[in-house]
């Protein structure tokens, strides 16, 4: 495969993940009954915030949407859409899920990718992969004052970490790089999906059950 042809691909990729990001953003400001203003800013934070933060780590010349009004544009155009088409979309979660599961499995492999075509460290790229396809949606979540979703104790990040440590070691193991970019985002997109279709959460720290057992002990103990 010729360079240009790989380059096109991703390019594509990367394209795709953006759009669906900013769908998920734009649809946070539905849920809310926000303005089409607040829908593009969700839209386009969600889109694009993860990369940029990414790019300016990187200390890379030009942020990517800078370099390429495209991926701000489809942004918008997204935002733009979900607005007109709210009542319709968001009656869409679980497909919308889905598709935020494709999202963070590109950007998780894309950012990995870029960070080692800049020359970063294998821990620093795998971080910025992460980085990538998360920081999006936390921005989403605090400009829409709701819990974030890396908090829940869900396979979110996990799955994000998967995808850019695979990508790594595949492109450690001299994977051609279209092959590696498929595998990777396959096994995040697959953890993530096995995930949401059985509901598999991690367990979260329960004080006030550990609280209440204490509670009940310490009576246990002073009853005659």
Partial sequence: MSAATFDAIIYNFGLFAVFVFALTGAVCAAKKELDIFAFILAGVVTGIGGGTLRDVLLNIDQVFWIEDPAYLSICIFASVITYYAAHWVVHLDKFLLWLDAA???????LGTQKAMLFGAP????VVMGVMTSTIGSVLRDIIMQQRL??????????ACLAGSTSYLALIYLEVEPLTATLIASSLAF???GFALAL???????????????????????QEP
């Fill in 199 to 221: 509901d598999i959460r991690f367990p979260s720290y329960q004080l006030s059950k550990l609280q209440s057992r204490e509670l009940k002990k310490q009576q246990d103990s």
């Fill in 122 to 125: 294998p821990l620093v790229a």
């Fill in 149 to 158: 979703v890396i908090f829940d104790p869900e396979i979110y990040v996990t």
């Fill in 190 to 192: 697959a953890l993530r």
């Fill in 103 to 109: 999202g963070i499995a590109l950007f998780a492999v």
